[in-house]
């Protein structure tokens, strides 16, 4: 399966090209095997648990909530598809979000609290999570927010200041070569150019993002795993 065939090699730098694909044929194998054919269990999307806890030797309850969606097969959809979802997840849960500093200032959530989205092959899911003296409390008030924002609506000011975040903190990735080049190998295999970010991030709407809540953010779907203190 680990074979040239089935992978992308990404270099960034000041090189020349011309140069890297020399080296490559020089250190590649020059008989090229078939590529291996992925086999996919189409997932039904329908919840096993909606709450599972474990106890391992932690100082405090570490939790994390989510939900899975059907991702995009590929193209420019995918990209735009993850980019929303990320913005959307910063929107509800981010560390500007009216949800994380309400409970950040009450005691409930802590610092290390974060949110995030991920693509695996024909399955996508978004999970929020972190530390906290109450999880239970979190997932209520979480599911409580997001039926909020389903009924009143992503706040302007609010889409607008995620929005200007996410530009800077996409922006500012650039300039890691680790992270370039993996998000590179990410969109050659998704299908898009992952050079699109910015003018992709651009196009995204208010629309777009609860569009994206109405369809793949439901309370009743979303899951929790604890994990408490021994």
Request: charged residues 25%; negative net charge; aromatic residues 12%.
């Amino acid at each position: 399966f680990y074979n040239p065939s089935n992978m992308v090699l990404c270099v960034e730098g000041d090189i020349d090209p011309e140069t890297v694909i020399s080296i490559c044929n020089e250190v590649l194998p020059a008989e090229e095997k078939p590529a291996a054919d992925s086999v996919m269990v189409e997932d039904k999307y329908i919840i096993a648990e909606r709450k599972t806890e474990k106890k391992m030797p932690v100082s405090a309850p570490q939790f994390y909530i989510g939900g899975k969606f059907k991702p995009f097969p590929g193209g420019r959809y995918l990209l735009k598809q993850r980019l929303v979802s990320q913005l959307v997840l910063k929107i509800v849960a981010g560390s500007t979000s009216p949800f994380f500093i309400k409970n950040y200032e009450s005691g409930l959530l802590c610092y290390d609290f974060g949110a995030e989205s991920a693509f695996i092959s024909n399955l996508a899911f978004w999970m929020v999570g972190g530390e906290s003296k109450d999880p239970d409390k979190v997932f209520e008030l979480l599911n409580e927010e997001i039926n909020r924002l389903k009924k009143e609506g992503i706040d302007e000011e609010l889409f607008i200041r995620s929005k200007k975040a996410m530009f800077g903190s996409e922006l500012r990735s650039f300039g890691d070569f680790e992270d370039v080049c993996l998000s590179c190998a990410d969109g050659a295999f998704g299908k898009y150019d992952y050079m699109d970010t910015i003018e992709v991030i651009n196009s995204v709407t208010l629309q777009d993002c609860m569009q994206f809540m109405n369809e793949y953010i439901n309370s009743e779907e979303t899951v929790m795993s604890v994990v408490l203190p021994a």
